[in-house]
């Protein structure tokens, strides 16, 4: 909201200092986002002089010494002046010593080729009051010696720009905010005053309006409408003029501008027809019918709906309800009786249909956020004698009203030392007191030593004690709250698993070289076919998207990575190694879920030359990585099946890489190299390795703790095995059959380790088979194994081996 200062000083002595004001404006609650000066700023000791005489300097033929009267307080000066534009006898702006121009220039005592000045007499340019710099500002109707400038230059005005948080609806207006300042300046508030206003003896109800009806009493409780007869359209005074345009408003004639002026100056939002305009001089306030359309005052035609409220009269519709006015009903300039719409609309209503039509008015703001419904009789009068004032005309005698004001009282118990305790501090009973009189809020003390304390209808924002002790605080001074020492009782309590699950592997992932990345979390649709099915696409779209390029929850975190790697890769900037942690969405047991996903990718292109051989990411690194990510939240890789990536996979190359996806367990990963057609459609060079974890919130667990295990201190003892196994066969499931053989199979000591060292196809082999081998790593605890206990357990696990699964053994 804009709010002038020259309006608020209609209503309240306020202090020079513009910055002070602000600064009580934001401790009042209201955000100060802009300061604008028009004019003049406030200059301090910038006064009005007279040339009493002049003489030439002595050593300069352009310069002039100056005798300078600056009134009874400040008497007379010299100045050095180089203007030719002026006489004795001008009166003009001096700057004296001390005094801050436009522009940071601080006016100090110097001396001009030997002669001393004491101030400065100034141009318009110089003080800002216009763009003229060739001489100096000649000041009409010579005012008074020694008066400040900025009580001559009074058209200049501060424009302030609020946050007007939306429980405060009363301070969306001049007079609510100088309510404010007068509470905190402790200063009296001047209401404007109704004057008693001229009456027409004409009988209205066969004239100009017969009657008002409401039809939608709960979309319009209240409808007050005024008579105004033998006005004259024109422009309307200076004064009002120049308070309008200081917020931004643009007049139109003196009865709108009226209205205009008496809604940011209460709050009240109000509207004048030409009752000319008023079929059958009848006002019905009632639903639209279903596609009816109206031409509002902005030129725009637009159809409403049956759910929308309009002003009517029986032919119809002459406004939207406390949105817009009708083209069809405006005052023009030759308009002469006038009806003045003051009303009360339903707050949920006016935003509904705002929204609903896109169409946001200074008097939708207001209405949507609560008019006082109360505050209707006295900003009727006040436009109307307004009107009668700038327009002419007089008043009908007999108001035309419908409905009645809500019923309002609300009143508050409250107990002084309850606000202290809340407080924190002491305060006395009569500050207490103070600050909500100083608020009009009315205070009465019952038998029982508590405080009633009434509230005003236009502070719907207010109804709990606690609400109270806010208004308290805020006319104390929140500055003034003293600091004290705060206690508080720890609590040894871990963040949530998430929490610690995401540092976790952002920890690890930065330790391995990645850099973190954050991408959005919606995407487009045409990347969806690589990395989910069509169900999938279907539950993660969005009925209205923002754009095209985000239409869908994300499913995977790889992508958004890919459009980082591909940034960098075009910027050269040789970062390579990308990691994300973040919220993607699937489907689990056929049910739309949130998962927590971390991802990462590496580009074997764009790595910066080195001295040194880097080491080449494959599958096996990549493969590690997720095995850690997925130890950090509990689960451990190794005890589940990792199924290659089929061939018709568009995100993933076929026989390099692979996919594990366990329902039952509540998570899913992906592991390997990119697809590089697909890497080469996105246009980003090289091979990209990628891993890919993602888990159900509730699924996550604290990795068990390594616990300290004596290690062996004697030797081990290792055996080879090579073993025939399908050519689709994982090598992951050959390990974990043989290990789990080998568990079972030795007594007396420990199976240390099982891995493959060899895979082989070709000669010897029988086509569609490969030949996997495996070696196991055999120790004791407590002794050197002899050979004969080796060979027995080996040779058990070899026809267990027979026995037991479909594996054949190599001679």
């Known amino acids: 909201m804009k709010l002038s200062l020259n309006w608020l000083k209609r209503y309240i002595d306020l202090p020079e200092g513009v910055q002070e004001i602000a600064d009580s404006l934001t401790l009042l609650g209201f955000e100060v986002d802009d300061i604008e000066t028009t004019g003049i700023p406030q200059l301090d000791n910038v006064v009005v002089g007279e040339v009493l005489d002049r003489e030439q300097h002595p050593d300069a033929d352009r310069l002039g010494v100056c005798r300078v009267a600056l009134g009874d307080e400040h008497g007379e000066t010299t100045i050095v002046c180089g203007a030719s534009n002026y006489k004795v006898g001008d009166r003009v702006p001096v700057a004296m010593i001390g005094a801050e121009l436009p522009g ?17 007499m100034c141009s318009g340019k110089e003080i800002g009051a216009g763009e003229d710099a060739a001489g100096l500002l000649i000041l009409k109707n010579s005012p008074e010696l020694g008066t400040p400038i900025n009580k001559v230059l009074t058209d200049s005005d501060t424009v302030f720009t609020l946050e007007v948080t939306p429980n405060r609806p009363d301070c969306l ?13 402790k200063r009296e508030l001047r209401y404007p005053s109704i004057d008693t206003l001229p009456i027409s003896d004409e009988v209205v109800e066969n004239d100009v309006l017969k009657s008002v009806e409401i039809e939608c009493e709960e979309e319009c409780p209240r409808y007050l409408a005024t008579i105004i007869k033998g006005v004259k359209v024109g422009p309307s005074p200076a004064w009002m003029q120049e308070l309008l345009a200081s917020i931004g408003l643009r007049p139109i004639n003196n009865i709108v501008d009226v209205t205009n002026y008496v809604m940011h100056e209460y709050g009240n939002p109000m509207h004048a027809f030409d009752a000319r305009d008023i079929a059958d001089g009848k006002i019905v306030v009632r639903k639209a019918t279903d596609s009816e359309e109206i031409a509002t005052l902005d030129d725009e035609k637009r159809t409403l709906s049956e759910e929308m409220v309009v002003i009517a009269d029986s032919h119809k519709a002459l406004a939207i309800a406390g949105v817009m006015g009708g083209a069809n009903s405006e005052v023009k300039d030759d308009t002469v009786n006038v009806i003045l719409e003051v009303a009360y609309f339903n707050p ?13 008015t200074d008097s939708s703001y207001r209405f949507e956020r609560g008019v006082d419904p109360r505050s209707l009789e006295f900003a009727a009068k006040r436009a109307a004698e307004l009107i009668v004032e700038t327009a002419g005309g007089s008043i009908c005698q007999k108001k035309i009203e419908a409905g009645a004001a809500p019923v309002w009282q609300n009143e508050i118990t409250l107990d002084t030392d309850w606000i202290r305790a809340k407080a924190g501090f002491e ?7 103070n600050a909500l009189q100083s608020l009009e809020l009315s205070v009465s003390v019952q038998n029982d030593g508590a405080w009633l304390v009434a509230i005003p209808s236009y502070r719907g924002d207010l109804g709990r004690p606690i609400d109270l002790l806010e ?55 045409s990347e969806f076919a690589a990395w989910t099915d069509e169900k999938v696409m279907s539950d993660l779209s969005l009925k209205n998207p923002i754009s095209e390029d985000q239409t869908l929850l994300r499913s995977n975190l790889v992508p958004g990575l890919l459009e980082v790697l591909k940034l960098n890769q075009s910027r050269k900037t040789g970062a390579t190694r990308f990691f994300e942690t973040g919220r993607t969405f699937g489907e689990s047991r056929g049910k739309p879920v949130e998962m927590v996903s971390v991802a990462f990718v590496v580009c074997s292109e764009g790595t910066e030359k080195s001295w040194r051989d880097v080491i080449a990411e494959d599958y096996f ?14 689960m451990d890789l190794g005890k589940f099946r990792v ?66 295990k004596p290690f062996s201190l004697f030797p081990a003892t290792a055996k080879d095995l090579a073993i025939v196994v399908d050519k689709g066969e994982a090598a992951s499931e050959v390990v974990r059959a043989v290990g789990k053989i080998a568990s079972k199979a030795t007594k007396g000591f ?14 010897g082999v029988p086509e569609g088979k490969k030949s996997v081998a495996v070696s196991m790593v055999f120790r004791s605890a407590d002794r050197t194994l002899k050979d004969k206990e080796v060979n027995k357990a080996f040779e058990q696990i070899q026809s267990q081996i027979r026995e037991k699964t479909n594996y054949d053994l190599r001679d």
């Open 750 to 763: 420990d199976v240390e380790n099982v891995f493959v060292f060899d895979v082989y196809e070709g000669s």
């Open 104 to 120: 940071g220039f601080k006016i100090k005592k110097s001396k001009l080729r030997g002669v001393e000045s004491n101030g400065m």
């Open 173 to 185: 207006n001049h007079v609510g905010i100088a309510r404010e300042l007068a509470a905190w300046y």
């Open 427 to 433: 305060i006395s009973d009569e500050e207490i007191k």
């Open 348 to 360: 949920a209503k006016i935003r509904w249909m705002s929204k609903q039509l896109a169409l946001s």
């Open 643 to 708: 199924n290659p990536a089929s061939g018709d996979n568009k995100a993933w190359q076929a026989g390099h890489a692979a996919v594990v996806d366990e329902p039952k367990a509540g998570f899913a990963a992906q592991i390997g190299l990119l697809n590089l057609s697909y890497t080469k459609e996105l246009d980003i060079d090289g091979e990209v390795f990628a891993g890919s974890f993602s888990i159900l919130s509730e699924r996550i667990r604290e990795p068990k703790r390594v616990k300290f």
């Open 621 to 634: 690194s990549a493969k590690r990585r997720v095995e850690e990510l997925a130890k950090m939240a509990g």
């Open 471 to 525: 208004e308290v605080l805020r006319i104390y001074g929140t500055h003034r709250i003293p600091s004290g020492q705060v206690f508080a009782t720890a609590v040894a309590k871990n963040d949530h698993p998430i929490t610690e699950y995401i540092r976790a592997t952002r920890g690890y992932l930065v330790g391995q070289d990645f850099s973190e990345t954050v991408t959005y979390t919606l995407r487009p649709e």
